[in-house]
């Protein structure tokens, strides 16, 4: 059974960081396009940033550019979020997701999701 895991969320002061890992277990990562997605109260479900294959080309949404990066760790089969400078509107839940096609990812229609993880931005 395919299983992805986050981890590393919690409860951060604004300006502070975070690191997000998601782990794989029943598949190796190397295959998948991965991204990760954030729910706010209220609001859709939607993609911040994503990964490719190899690793060479990722992609960030405009209000986490220059502040989130995105990595992955193949010997650890793990995808990384880096998140620094965070701001109250970046508390959500955050997902990530894998799909071994692209469009997939973009679209937010992956074939496989973990459960979340909560960041709390707050003073």
């Known amino acids: 059974q395919l299983q992805l895991v986050e981890s590393g969320g919690g409860l951060v002061q604004p300006g502070g960081s975070l690191r997000l890992s998601c782990t794989a277990s029943?598949?190796?990562?190397?295959?998948?396009?991965i991204g990760w997605f954030r729910q706010a109260p209220g609001k859709e479900r939607a993609r911040i940033s994503s990964?490719?294959?190899?690793?060479?080309?990722?992609y960030y949404v405009d209000s986490v550019k220059g502040r989130f990066t995105i990595s992955r760790d193949k010997a650890k089969n793990t995808v990384y979020l880096q998140m620094n400078s965070l701001k109250a509107e970046d508390t959500a839940v955050y997902y990530c997701?894998?799909?071994?096609?692209?469009?997939?990812?973009?679209?937010?229609?992956?074939?496989?999701w973990g459960q979340g993880t909560q960041v709390t931005v707050s003073p």
């Open positions: 029943g598949f190796t990562l190397d295959a998948y396009f």
């Open positions: 997701a894998a799909d071994s096609k692209y469009w997939a990812i973009m679209t937010g229609r992956p074939a496989h």
């Open positions: 990964i490719s294959t190899s690793g060479d080309s990722s």
